[in-house]
């Protein structure tokens, strides 16, 4: 899947093991690198999938705010949706 994010167009890609691989669930690669990705791990579900797909998206719309900024706003903004109802659907 593509994602268009300020202009940009990042690959969407959930892959198997990643977490273990990389110590993290998910990852947006720069705005200057070509054929750029955000990969997310695959077995992430629930309300951190939505935390981590919200957390990576906001990297590539403002990727020079700081990490700790980044994380606080995802996490605030997937904890709001889900008290709205989002689910997410297999």
């Known amino acids: 899947m593509r994602l268009k994010l300020c202009g940009r167009v990042w ?5 198997r093991g990643f977490r273990k691989k990389h110590e993290c ?3 947006c690669e720069g705005p200057h690198i070509k054929n ?8 992430v579900s629930g309300e951190l999938l939505l935390e981590v797909l919200i957390h990576e998206q906001l990297h590539a719309c403002f990727w020079n705010i700081d990490e700790e900024d980044i994380s606080q706003a995802a996490n605030d903004i997937a904890r709001n ?3 709205l109802g ?5």
């Open 86 to 90: 989002w689910r997410h659907e297999d």
């Open 36 to 43: 750029k990705r955000i990969i997310i791990d695959a077995d």
């Open 81 to 83: 949706l889900t008290k």
């Open 11 to 15: 690959t969407l890609v959930f892959q």
């Open 25 to 27: 669930v998910g990852i």
